[in-house]
């Protein structure tokens, strides 16, 4: 099966009566500037869904894409970004928080994007302790594949996989399209 459509429904940032709809919920999570939009352009093979920017942080609310019109990607805001002032961050920081641990909706997967040639920071540590203590089924991507050297590939993989206690880790690349299949198999 294949992604065959994608449209944006809605930007919010608390409670809506889409995330009480029947239909599935994948949630995309990330440091910001991390490649979150370009992934969802690259998943979707659409070139402008998810507005992708250079500059971090200016996503500031759950961004919500509905899929083949049976499930919802859901687009959560960017974490740990240096540049935006201390009460976006805060609130920010509490969406993220309200929407996985509080918001009590039944979401399916979590897909949370780290940056291969940075390596997981501890913010991505943090909150990948945080989805495994409360039991979500989480998959990592470790995105910007292609920024590896060819010879530091598989340490680097063998890095990450470590840090993530041997828990699955697709390697991705929105330049090369390497794990878009892996990714799109998941995720459908
Ligand atoms: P977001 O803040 O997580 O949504 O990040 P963006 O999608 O806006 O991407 C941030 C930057 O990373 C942009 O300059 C992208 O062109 C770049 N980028 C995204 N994905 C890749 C990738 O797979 N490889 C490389 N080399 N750069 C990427």
């Given at each position: 099966m294949n992604i065959k459509s994608a449209v944006f429904v809605k930007g919010v940032t608390g409670t809506n009566e889409i995330f009480e709809d029947n239909r599935p919920q994948i949630v995309l999570i990330g440091r910001s500037n991390v490649g979150k939009s370009t992934l969802i352009n690259t998943l979707t093979n659409q070139k402008n869904l998810a507005k992708t920017s250079s500059f971090p942080g200016r996503t500031q609310q759950i961004n919500i894409f509905l899929i083949n019109n049976s499930f919802y990607l859901i687009d959560l805001p960017g974490y740990g970004f240096a540049k935006v002032p201390p009460q976006v961050k805060e609130k920010i920081s509490k969406?993220?928080?309200?929407?996985?641990?509080r918001s009590g909706y039944d979401f399916k997967k979590v897909i949370l994007i780290i940056d291969a040639k940075v390596g997981p920071t501890a913010d991505d540590l943090a909150m990948y302790d945080s989805l495994r203590l409360a039991s979500k089924d989480v998959i990592v991507v470790a995105n910007k594949i292609d920024k590896l050297k060819k010879g530091d590939h598989l340490k680097q993989i063998e890095k990450i996989n470590q840090a993530f206690e041997n828990h699955r880790v697709i390697p991705f690349s929105a330049e090369t399209k390497k794990g878009l299949g892996e990714l799109t198999k998941e995720i459908i």
């Amino acid at each position: 099966m294949n992604i065959k459509s994608a449209v944006f429904v809605k930007g919010v940032t608390g409670t809506n009566e889409i995330f009480e709809d029947n239909r599935p919920q994948i949630v995309l999570i990330g440091r910001s500037n991390v490649g979150k939009s370009t992934l969802i352009n690259t998943l979707t093979n659409q070139k402008n869904l998810a507005k992708t920017s250079s500059f971090p942080g200016r996503t500031q609310q759950i961004n919500i894409f509905l899929i083949n019109n049976s499930f919802y990607l859901i687009d959560l805001p960017g974490y740990g970004f240096a540049k935006v002032p201390p009460q976006v961050k805060e609130k920010i920081s509490k969406m993220i928080e309200w929407y996985l641990f509080r918001s009590g909706y039944d979401f399916k997967k979590v897909i949370l994007i780290i940056d291969a040639k940075v390596g997981p920071t501890a913010d991505d540590l943090a909150m990948y302790d945080s989805l495994r203590l409360a039991s979500k089924d989480v998959i990592v991507v470790a995105n910007k594949i292609d920024k590896l050297k060819k010879g530091d590939h598989l340490k680097q993989i063998e890095k990450i996989n470590q840090a993530f206690e041997n828990h699955r880790v697709i390697p991705f690349s929105a330049e090369t399209k390497k794990g878009l299949g892996e990714l799109t198999k998941e995720i459908i």
